[in-house]
T-cell receptor, first 113, second 116 residues
Framework: AQSVTQPDIHITVSEGASLELRCNYS??????LFWYVQSPGQGLQLLLK??????LVQGIKGFEAEFKRSQSSFNLRKPSVHWSDAAEYFC???????????FGSGTRLQVQP | GAVVSQHPSRVICKSGTSVKIECRSL??????MFWYRQFPKQSLMLMAT?????????EQGVEKDKFLINHASLTLSTLTVTSAHPEDSSFYIC????????????FGQGTRLTVV
């Protein structure tokens, strides 16, 4: 069965600093990978997705992620964090047979002024 | 992007009663909808997969008689929590997929259920 690991439960960065959120996955075939963001009490918003092709994926709000097959990773990055980026971030892998998503445990991002 | 509307956003009910949560795809036809549950400060756990016109497929450990799922049309799926108990209090989120592959899942805004 597929699985997703987000090693960092909680990260705090200063506004304007760069950000990298880690994600490692386990999946037997070529993975479909996603990053979602969740604000408190809200649903999930898609930041970016990887299905195939270019391993560096650009998303919304200035986020990008890089798929590294050799490391089974799909880390999320942003060069300069804004206070409004404070939220919970989830990495997910799709079970392409059932089309359901398996989520990581999430990383809570705090942004200091 | 496509819009998925989930209603209600919050509900409080008494123990023993039933609660229905609706999930609608507003601008597309969703052949498959999913129901997830999220406990505080935890991740989303898949409860069931719902295909239009057929019975839902439940994940291991999810009681199908307690969490009734109906997917009567390509734009509507409902989750009914029957005989609710305080331990059913949670955040429930639905998502909907287009039939095409290589497309993302769209999520509703979630329903906070509190059973008192």
């Amino acid at each position: 069965a597929q699985s997703v690991t987000q090693p960092d439960i909680h990260i705090t960065v200063s506004e304007g600093a760069s950000l990298e959120l880690r994600c490692n996955y386990s999946y037997g075939a070529t993975p479909y990978l996603f990053w979602y963001v969740q604000s408190p009490g809200q649903g999930l918003q898609l930041l970016l997705k990887y299905f195939s092709g270019d391993t560096l994926v650009q998303g919304i709000k200035g986020f990008e992620a890089e798929f590294k097959r050799s490391q089974s990773s799909f880390n999320l990055r942003k060069p300069s964090v804004h206070w409004s980026d404070a939220a919970e971030y989830f990495c997910a892998v799709e079970d392409t047979g059932r089309r359901a998503l398996t989520f990581g445990s999430g990383t809570r991002l705090q942004v200091q002024p | 992007g496509a819009v998925v509307s989930q209603h209600p956003s919050r509900v409080i009910c008494k123990s023993g009663t039933s609660v229905k949560i609706e999930c609608r795809s507003l601008d597309f036809q969703a052949t498959t909808m999913f129901w997830y549950r999220q406990f505080p400060k935890q991740s989303l756990m898949l409860m069931a997969t719902s295909n239009e016109g057929s019975k839902a497929t439940y994940e291991q450990g999810v009681e199908k008689d307690k969490f009734l799922i109906n997917h009567a049309s390509l734009t509507l799926s409902t989750l009914t929590v029957t005989s609710a108990h305080p331990e059913d209090s949670s955040f429930y989120i639905c998502s909907a997929r287009l039939w095409q592959s290589n497309t993302e899942a769209f999520f509703g805004q979630g329903t906070r259920l509190t059973v008192v």
